[in-house]
């Protein structure tokens, strides 16, 4: 029996990851089954975002008031898709599967509007592993041995950078208010009833910080958005973050262990916060060198939009 996992927002797919496969298969031969499950996700994910939405402005102070503020880097790596090489700050490849705290376009955009952001890791094999390693479900490799064979042509490269605000998930204690707010969501009786008839646990909701730093940073978080078609746990919860005004989330890579940032370029708008190449870049880059609160909107532009804008690289 796999262990249950508390969730924040909505449940998991039940059983867990050891037998993701096997949920999968059995989702793809029963349509009915399929239909069913996918709208109890649906279902569970909107009666929590009614709920999430009355205490807007409490769950952004919770977070605000845990800040690290005057944060900086340097010297970080980051991996990006080779299509995206002559535009290394753009974050528009996030949005393409999403990543562990930005939803992605691989979803319905209609009801869960996409938004990006920046990933970097303070190391490159840890950089390698979270762009390409998350992928390696039921492949019988390691993320690491993954990361190592996928054919994916990829460019990885050194950057720096300050942040005004950032929330750190190494310490549950960051995440203490936030938990203390969302504990007494309610789970409609209805929803509970359902559940019993779906291959789902008992749908429930956070009590705890641990449990809270627990669903967040769970290394296989992609499952939820794959089998049920709504954001995981910890994009939902970067969208709150990133809507609380915040930068950036620094996170430990649970592939690594090493440290991790998920940025939000958006939010450098009245702040001195900033992102630059650590190296000297070639002629052929068309994107900035550094973004700030004066060109953030870079960041979310293709290399071809770039190009014909004010944000296009000056070459010397």
């Known amino acids: 029996m796999a262990t249950r996992s508390s969730v924040v927002l909505y449940d998991w797919a039940h059983p867990q990851q050891h037998h993701f496969s096997q949920l999968t298969k059995l989702l793809r031969h029963r349509a009915d089954l399929d239909r069913r499950f996918r709208a109890f996700h649906s279902r569970f994910y909107m009666e929590l975002a009614l709920q999430r939405r009355a205490i807007t402005a409490q769950l952004h102070a919770?977070?605000?008031?845990?800040?690290?503020?005057?944060?900086?880097?340097?010297?970080w790596q980051r991996t990006i898709r080779w299509k995206y090489a002559d535009h290394p700050l753009s974050t528009v490849g996030s949005l393409t599967t999403g990543g562990r705290f930005n939803i992605g376009q691989n979803i319905d955009p209609t009801t869960?509007?996409?938004?990006?952001?920046?990933?970097?890791?303070?190391?490159?094999?840890?950089?390698?592993?979270?762009?390409?390693?998350?992928?390696?479900?039921?492949?019988?490799?390691?993320a690491r041995d993954f990361a190592l064979a996928n054919p994916s042509s990829v460019l990885t490269f050194a950057v720096s950078g300050q942040l005004d605000r950032v929330l750190d998930l190494h310490n549950a204690s960051t995440l203490r208010d936030f938990a203390n707010l969302i504990k007494n969501f309610k789970v409609p009786t209805t929803l509970a009833r359902e559940a019993r008839s779906?291959?789902?646990?008992?749908?429930?909701?956070?009590?705890?910080?641990?449990?809270?730093?627990?669903?967040?940073?769970?290394?296989?978080?992609?499952?939820?958005?794959?089998?049920?078609?709504?954001?995981?746990?910890?994009?939902?919860?970067?969208?709150?973050?990133?809507?609380?005004?915040?930068?950036?989330?620094?996170?430990?890579?649970?592939?690594?262990?090493?440290?991790?940032?998920?940025?939000?370029p958006r939010n450098f708008v009245g702040s001195t916060s900033a992102i630059e190449l650590d190296d000297d870049v070639p002629d052929t880059t068309i994107g900035p060198e550094k973004i700030d609160a004066s060109n953030w909107e870079a960041c979310e532009r293709t290399s071809a939009d770039v190009r014909a804008s004010a944000f296009a690289r000056t070459t010397p």
């Open 62 to 75: 919770a977070l605000n008031q845990n800040c690290i503020s005057g944060y900086t880097f340097s010297g």
């Open 198 to 264: 779906l291959p789902v646990a008992p749908p429930h909701v956070i009590k705890t910080a641990s449990k809270l730093q627990e669903a967040l940073l769970n290394p296989n978080w992609r499952h939820v958005a794959t089998l049920c078609e709504v954001p995981a746990n910890s994009q939902i919860f970067g969208q709150i973050v990133m809507q609380a005004g915040i930068e950036g989330i620094r996170y430990p890579s649970k592939l690594t262990g090493k440290d991790c940032l998920a940025i939000f």
């Open 112 to 142: 869960f509007p996409p938004f990006s952001a920046f990933y970097a890791a303070a190391d490159k094999d840890t950089a390698l592993q979270e762009a390409l390693g998350q992928d390696a479900v039921d492949v019988g490799l390691s």
